[in-house]
């Protein structure tokens, strides 16, 4: 849609209530909008309207800014809480690419019902004209399971993708490029409709330890933080290099000892901290980016993790930082023209909002934004697009990368109920 020419006024009003329990049970079963952002049983859900704004192209982030400066200008703000996520809150996501017809949006929930730290809110947001009302919070009935009738492959076979992979091999050890993140798509059917409902309590419960989103469509718990700003620091938490667990802790302790040495996980890694160290320096008036990575343990994979931390020398807001952030060479390689170019050309489809960002801000600019990783895109109410990616580099393996794909794919797959 086109950017509004005056933004709406708003009422929002946040009070603090006893704790409620598990926040996904508390989205109605015909919330319009759904909502979510949690980790570890913290974060906030929500449902409802109270405005949003789609943008396209390049200026989908500055468009998207624009709005939400406006936006906040003309609300009205009680707030009784004083946490992230508190008060005056967007959610968003942003398409992959600027050819996308995906896009972005932000989105103002009517409702957010908030915990972090031990303290419970909930947040109302309302036109001047319709003054918000207090909701009853109930937990609803428990979600019924979708029933997959159907997984196909997406825009390429397996065959195909593989062979692509192989193409990027090549190109990489021409000297084109250093690294490139190639995805793919599954889809899959169900005889009956998704409820987002059941994909969030499945993957909050399943993979606590990571960031539980929901947000237009695009439902998935992503291990990656883009970046988080809050009182002028901005943290981000940089993913690069990965090997499929087997279930047997004492093999898993012996392979995340392979992975930290290896050498083609090490300089895939090397190269998206540097992507996300670089583009974070211009803003920041220090910066701590540790020589090594650690080996952060996921349920069904384990990946190089590095945390990368800076001071901000100027005010400039989660979301421009996100913008400035994407893509890094965690889900687009290096040098980043030529990685996209190569991803456009081998890939044959369209990313959507898949490693794109996905998160929220508030009135401050503070907020948290993942990369939406380990997640899927609901086309309609009964079908759903999965997706996945890896780190290809001059010593990739594309059948060792396939196997990689199909690990990444298992969170959203188990969610759905359709196995491994």
Known sequence: MPLPQTEPALVVRSMRIPDPGDLVSLIPADAEAPVSWLREGDGFVGWGTATAIQTQGTARFADAEQW????????????????????LIAVGSFAFAAASDAGGVLHVPAIVIGRRNGVAWV?????????????????????????????????????EWTAAVGAAVGRIQSGALDKVVMARDVVI???????????????SDSYPNTWTYSVDGLIGATPEMLLRRQKGLVTSRVLAGTI?????????LALAASLARSSKDLEEHEYAVRSVADAMSPHCS?????????????????????????????????????ASLHPSAAVCGTPTLAARDLIAE???????????PV???DAAGDGEWGI???????????????????????????ESELGESDAKLVPMRQALGCGA
């Open 372 to 398: 939406a990783l380990r997640c899927g895109e609901l086309e309609t109410p009964s079908q759903m697009r999965l997706f996945a990616g890896c780190g290809i580099v001059a010593g990739s393996e594309p």
């Open 346 to 356: 081998l890939e044959q489809m369209d990313r959507g909002r898949y490693a794109g």
């Open 68 to 87: 939400w400066r406006g936006i906040v200008r003309q609300s009205v703000v009680r707030a009784e809480v004083d946490l992230p996520g508190a008060g």
């Open 359 to 361: 998160g929220w801000l």
């Open 244 to 252: 499929r667990r087997t279930g047997d802790d004492e093999h898993d």
């Open 189 to 203: 059917r169900s005889e009956t409709d998704i409820d987002p409902r059941y994909l969030l309590r499945n993957l």
């Open 286 to 322: 220090s910066m701590n980016v540790p020589e090594s990575p650690f080996v952060l343990h996921l349920p069904n994979v384990m990946h190089l993790a590095t945390d990368v931390a800076g001071v901000l020398h100027e005010d400039v807001s989660s979301l421009t930082l996100a």
């Open 123 to 159: 947040t109302t947001t309302s036109t001047a004209a319709e003054l918000p009302s207090t909701p009853k919070l109930q937990s609803g009935e428990i979600p019924q399971a979708p029933k997959v009738s159907e997984v196909t492959h997406g825009s390429l076979t397996d065959a």
